[in-house]
């Protein structure tokens, strides 16, 4: 044969299998730096402290405590809150509030988008409320709230299903009309009907929608959470970050006001990572839903 058919390298005829350790090493093992950059949580404590260096040095170039105080006051006024104790009541009175709202909403989210899905009626009912409520903002319902439940949890809590429902149901929903057909009438060729269809086809099926609106709810449930505590604050005696931020503002300690900030942004960071990540990761990921 001629040998400009053979391979140079293996002596073998063109197109024969050829052993992979003849070609030598294909491929290189990554750098200290490449593993390190592949970490994602490495990669936004970086993006976090090259943020906290930037408010720092502003900070610093600014020179006025009570307008922006420094990252590091700022961070010593968190911990000396957390070190008393002051910082974590307030958040646990927050916490509490904010998970009573949260659950009312997903559950009466949950009720209306399964009505929606099984009756015209309710698919009609739906649309027209969302239409209607969704872009009301929450807090503008407060003050009927205050007239209606009076001053305490049950007002908080009254705004806060408004403000988790309307989202949570819009997702859910859009979430389930996206279903395939096929899928749905497999459910009904296996003889589900009613909550079974929807619990063991719709909602998985649908899943990363709802997760999706499960995280808007919750961000617009802080958001209003703190605007409410923010207007009028002590429930029982005691009141939760709102009003913490509300109260050293009123004295003046703005490394406090960005303290109490720090609080919800740490509570939201913990949330997400621990819970909804980790719902996620068991879920849609785990069912080839999300790459």
């Not at 709102?242 to 303290?259: H, R």
């Amino acid at each position: 044969m001629d040998k400009s058919l053979r391979d140079p390298s293996t002596h073998a005829p063109a197109g024969a299998p050829v052993d992979a350790a003849a070609w030598g090493v294909v491929e290189q093992p990554l750098s200290r730096w490449e593993r390190l950059t592949g970490i994602t949580a490495l990669r936004k404590l970086a993006l976090l402290l090259v943020l906290a260096l930037i408010w720092e040095a502003y900070a610093r170039w600014l020179n006025n405590p009570l307008v922006l105080p420094t990252c590091g006051a700022t961070l010593q006024a968190f911990t000396d809150k957390l070190v008393s104790g002051e910082l974590l009541l307030k958040a646990g009175v927050s916490l509490k509030v904010l998970l009573q709202g949260y659950a009312i909403g997903l559950a009466l989210a949950l009720a209306l988008s399964v009505l929606a899905m099984t009756t015209r009626l309710g698919q009609d009912l739906l649309e027209l409320l969302t239409a209607m409520l969704n872009p009301l903002p929450a807090i503008a319902l407060l003050p009927l709230a205050l007239v209606w439940l009076g001053l305490g949890n049950p007002s908080i809590v009254f705004v806060l299903v408004h403000s988790v429902m309307w989202p949570v149901a819009l997702n859910t929903h859009a979430g389930f009309q996206a279903v395939s057909p096929t899928l749905r009438m497999v459910g009904r060729n296996v003889g589900l009907t009613g909550p079974a269809y929807v619990l063991r086809i719709l909602v998985p099926a649908a899943f990363p929608s709802i997760l999706a609106g499960l995280k808007v709810g919750w961000a617009f449930a802080w958001r209003t959470l703190i605007a409410a505590e923010l207007v009028f604050g002590t429930t029982s005696g005691s009141g939760g970050l709102g009003w913490f931020i509300y109260e050293n503002k009123n004295v003046l300690d703005i490394p406090a006001v960005f303290a109490g900030l720090f609080a919800v942004i740490v509570i939201g960071l913990l949330v997400e990572g621990l819970i909804f990540r980790n719902l996620e990761r068991a879920t849609v990921r785990k069912w080839g839903m999300q790459a």
